[in-house]
């Protein structure tokens, strides 16, 4: 009987955030995962009834989310000048672990024009809006010309001259300074990475970043294929 309560419990539990992981794994662009991502959920709840399912990716097994990262975040890596030329291998083991998920509730503060740009960040899910302020603090200056309001979504970044900055610098006592204000326009999941982490990640790897412009390593070897969970 105890059983029997516990898979109701379970069922009960997943009908109520089945919809919220088929929306996710659109907006993450791998809509046939989502059978496998909830059947990987229910094994979670019956090991663990206290699962929170606020952040459905935080309770997903390790490995997982390193499949789920990978898809996302190489190939917006790749972009990234100081990082072009090298091996996308070299930056699935460089790299990922080091790209931490962050949620911010819409309205909020992400980065802000003028302080230093501490992080770079891929957008994931959700919108971020990004803008100059004036000297008084509003957008426009309240002469009624507003300046030019951006907007970032999925598979946008912000902040990749940090990794140039890493490359060149092992002080922050020049840390670049942020250009522009971002703030969430709505709930915004976005992978980040720490200046403080990007510095670490060169000095332990140096022969990868000689010079901004110039990667010795090699090109040719071949490419991870990153199939969608469940259907490689």
């Not at 459905?56 to 190939?75: E, G, T, Y």
């Not at 962050?102 to 909020?108: A, F, L, S, T, W």
């Not at 603090?137 to 900055?165: A, C, F, K, P």
Request: charged fraction near 25%; include cysteine.
């Amino acid at each position: 009987m105890q059983a029997t309560n516990k898979e109701y419990w379970i069922s009960q539990k997943m009908r109520n955030i089945r919809s919220e992981i088929q929306q996710m794994s659109n907006e993450y662009g791998l809509p046939n995962a989502s059978g496998d991502i909830c059947e990987i959920v229910k094994r979670q709840f019956r090991r663990d009834g206290d699962l929170a399912v606020e952040n459905i990716f935080s309770i997903l097994p390790l490995d997982v989310r390193k499949i789920i990262k990978r898809h996302l975040l190489l190939p917006k890596l790749k972009e990234v000048p100081t990082l072009q030329g090298i091996d996308e291998n070299v930056l699935d083991d460089i790299f990922l672990d080091h790209l931490e998920q962050v949620i911010y509730d819409g309205g909020n503060y992400i980065i802000r024009e003028g302080e230093p740009l501490d992080m770079m960040i891929f957008i994931s899910r959700g919108s971020v809006l990004t803008y100059n302020t004036s000297s008084t603090g509003h957008v426009g200056g309240g002469s009624g010309l507003s300046n030019t309001i951006g907007r970032l979504t999925r598979d946008d970044l912000y902040g990749q001259e940090l990794m140039s900055w890493a490359t060149t610098s092992t002080s922050f006592s020049d840390l670049p300074i942020s250009s522009k204000t971002l703030k969430s326009h709505e709930k915004v999941e976005v992978f980040a990475i720490r200046a403080s982490v990007l510095l670490h990640i060169v000095s332990e790897h140096k022969k990868y970043f000689k010079t901004e412009t110039q990667h010795p390593h090699p090109t040719d070897s071949t490419l991870i294929e990153i199939n969608e969970h469940g259907n490689s």
